[in-house]
């Protein structure tokens, strides 16, 4: 098994920026991919950046040139560091490691964005 501890969620203003961290403990030997999901009430979780485990990255549109992931493989974690925060960014994000046999899921944060 795979365990994902997620932090760094909060209430910003909108222009701020945030820094979500998502470590993976346990079994998390041959990971993938590793990367960021969110879901805005109402809405269908979707992914919002990833990065893969030679360091390539996607991102949604809405994000791109605003948000940013790292990993660290050493630790098996990685980071979303979200600049020029918007209202629309409000959601719970998810922290999600793909890996062979199957893909883990942390137990998501809040990010508020008021305007």
């Known amino acids: 098994q795979v365990q994902l501890v997620e932090s760094g969620g909060g209430l910003v203003q909108a222009g701020g920026s945030l820094r979500l961290s998502c470590a993976a403990s346990?079994?998390?030997?041959?990971?993938?991919?590793m990367g960021w999901y969110r879901q805005a009430p109402g809405k269908q979780r979707e992914l919002v950046a990833s990065?893969?485990?030679?360091?390539?990255?996607d991102y949604a549109d809405s994000v791109k040139g605003r948000f940013a992931i790292s990993r660290d493989n050493a630790k098996n974690t990685v980071y979303l560091q979200m600049n020029s925060l918007k209202p629309e960014d409000t959601a719970i994000y998810y922290c999600?490691?793909?890996?062979?046999?199957?893909?883990?899921w942390g137990q998501g944060t809040q990010v508020t964005v008021s305007s």
């Open positions: 990065i893969a485990s030679g360091g390539s990255t």
């Open positions: 346990g079994n998390s030997f041959n990971i993938k991919i």
């Open positions: 999600n490691l793909k890996r062979l046999g199957g893909q883990f």
